[in-house]
Each structure stands twice: as structure tokens, then as C-alpha cells.
């Protein structure tokens, strides 16, 4: 998969091969957003254990948000690193689909779990205000959908509705978004509209409504 892939990629001019000094400050940048992106989230997790207070429901989601960004940073974000330092892949067609895999899961993860934070928010302002048990199912429930609907976008792939390859200078791996097949394009665009355009809509939406109701008076 990932010669053809490249063959695609090289037949409309890319991947675009980078310079030994721009593959280090690559290494340099992911070392570093990994190496702060697992310690913050450590924090957050280390933080939320500790006090009680912290636990609640709208915190639910933003440690849903921190568990997701941190596999980010310790499952996929060392696998780039590395590669970046070499100037190639370096663990083969496996390792490759599985960090496009683990990158995009993780980050539809965490964009659903900040409408769905945004909505509650909005909901939390309309509706009651104590923090109560059913408050607490309704984001556990969240929670649980936030990853179900992820796992329904990003397992597709590995079923032959497009695929997961390397991209850019041939360091990191994602869905393939260059090859122009029908099969290849529908996803992509579905992508984008139920994973991107979507979830967006929904936090522009509760806020606007928070903002107005919020402030306006």
C-alpha cells in the first residue's frame, strides 16, 4: 500500500522531500509539543484525582479532551518524532496506518468533546445550574459517544473506503487525501462535513446562543 501510495503521490508532485535542516527543526517542534503536551495533560489528569471539587461535569469533558491529547502525544506524536529525525518512516506500512489511525481518532475525539462541551455550556446556562447525578450520566454518555462516533469515521479505512498512507515529506501518515478516486473523495468529504464543518457549527451555535444569553442583558 505504501508504494502505491507514494507512486500516487510522486505522479502529482509530492511528497515534497525536505532539507536535513528542515526534517531537524520538524524533530525539534514535535519534540517539544510532545514533550509539553504529556506533561500538561499529566497535570490535568494528576490534578483532577487529587481534588474533588475539580470533578465536575463540565470538567468530565475537558478531561475527556486531556486523555485524548495525551494518547496524541505519547502513541503517535514519538513515532514522527523519530521519523523526522531520520528524514524517513521508520516502522513500516503497519506502524504507518496505525499512526493515521491513532492521529485521526484522537482528533475527532477531542473536536466532538468540545461541541459537545460547547452544548452543554449552553444547556447548563438554560437549565439548571447544581451539578447533579443526571448531569453527570448526560456527559458520561458524551463521553462514550464522543469515541463511538470517532471509531464510526476512522474505521472505514481498513474496510477500503479510502485509506490510511504517508504524507508531506513521507515522516507522518494520515488519510490519504490526495488520490482522486470516487471512493477516496466521498470520504474525504464526508469527513470533513461530519467531523470538521459539523462539530464546529455546533460550538459556533452554543456559543453564540451562551454570548447572547449570557451577556446581552
Known amino acids: 500500500m505504501l508504494v502505491s501510495s507514494a507512486e500516487a503521490r510522486s505522479d502529482s508532485g509530492s511528497p515534497r522531500a525536505l532539507s536535513p535542516t528542515g526534517h531537524a527543526l520538524v524533530a525539534a517542534c514535535l519534540g517539544l509539543i510532545g514533550a509539553l503536551g504529556v506533561l500538561n495533560n499529566l497535570l490535568v489528569l494528576v490534578l483532577f484525582s487529587r481534588y474533588k471539587a475539580l470533578r465536575s461535569p463540565i470538567n468530565l469533558l475537558l478531561l475527556n479532551i486531556s486523555v485524548s491529547d495525551l494518547l496524541v502525544c505519547s502513541l503517535a506524536t514519538p513515532f514522527s518524532f523519530a521519523a523526522s529525525t531520520r ?26 468533546s468540545l461541541a459537545i462541551l460547547s452544548y452543554e455550556r449552553y444547556s447548563t446556562m438554560m ?5 447533579d447525578a443526571t448531569n453527570y450520566r448526560k456527559v458520561a454518555v458524551g463521553v462514550a459517544l464522543s469515541w463511538a462516533y470517532s471509531l ?15 504524507e508531506g515529506p513521507g515522516t507522518t501518515c494520515s488519510v490519504d487525501w490526495t488520490t482522486k478516486t470516487a471512493n477516496n473523495i466521498s470520504y474525504i468529504i464526508c469527513l470533513f462535513i461530519f467531523c470538521l464543518i459539523l462539530p464546529f457549527l455546533v460550538i459556533v451555535y ?7 444569553h449570557g451577556y446581552g442583558s
Not at 464510526?152 to 504517508?166: C, E, L
Not at 452554543?206 to 454570548?211: F, H, M
Open 87 to 112: 528524514g524517513r518512516w521508520l516502522i513500516g506500512e503497519g506502524g504507518c496506518v496505525w499512526y493515521g489511525f491513532a492521529n485521526t481518532l484522537l482528533g475527532i475525539v477531542s473536536l466532538i
Open 127 to 131: 437549565g439548571p445550574t447544581e451539578a
Open 152 to 166: 464510526a469515521w476512522t474505521v472505514p479505512p481498513f474496510f477500503g473506503w479510502s485509506r490510511y498512507g504517508p
Open 206 to 212: 452554543s456559543y453564540g446562543q451562551w454570548s447572547e
